[in-house]
């Protein structure tokens, strides 16, 4: 769960979509107060008409003011696109995460071509002692960058 938090948007989509929720709720709030036949006569039977509005349950009381109708339309599709986009969205980065990683893929060839280094050729060789110790200055230069100042020195190369 501590995954899906850190590397999806569910957390971004989810503050976005009550957001959105609360200011449409109050919109169409505003929007009904002293309209002759109202049913939504308080801001928590608005929230409550966000909630059902998009959630295709179809229990929601209809606005009767034509502004009302608007705000509600927009919000019914908006709602519904955040909220099933969100469960998309999610899902989709979580399971395409681990292939979006260059880093994962030069690794994972690294470790092919070392169980087949008995197979390689001189050419594949020389090309992957190349590929490793230019790996490994980029990682030194990695730690020299992330360290405090003054301790670059204790860095070995």
Do not use: C
């Not at 309209?35 to 209809?62: C, H, K, M, N, P």
């Not at 002692?129 to 230019?134: L, P």
């Not at 490994?136 to 360290?147: A, G, S, T, Y």
């Amino acid at each position: 769960m501590g995954d899906i938090l850190e590397h999806t948007p569910i957390i971004k989509m989810i503050v976005l979509s009550i957001v959105l929720w609360m200011s449409f709720s109050a919109a169409l709030y505003i929007a009904e107060r002293g309209v002759q036949g109202a049913r939504i006569t308080s801001y928590g039977e608005a929230l409550y008409w966000g909630i059902a509005a998009f959630s295709t349950a179809g229990i929601a009381d209809s606005p009767r003011s034509g502004i009302s109708q608007i705000i509600g339309g927009i919000w019914s599709i908006l709602g519904s696109v955040l909220f099933f986009g969100t469960i998309v969205a999610t899902v989709t980065t979580y399971f395409m995460r681990p292939l979006q990683r260059p880093a994962k893929r030069i690794i994972d060839t690294i470790e092919y071509n070392l169980e087949q280094m008995d197979d390689l050729s001189i050419e594949e060789l020389h090309l992957l002692k190349k590929t490793t110790d230019t790996l490994i200055v980029h990682m030194e230069q990695q730690k020299k960058r992330h360290l405090p100042k003054g301790d670059n020195k204790n860095v070995t190369k």
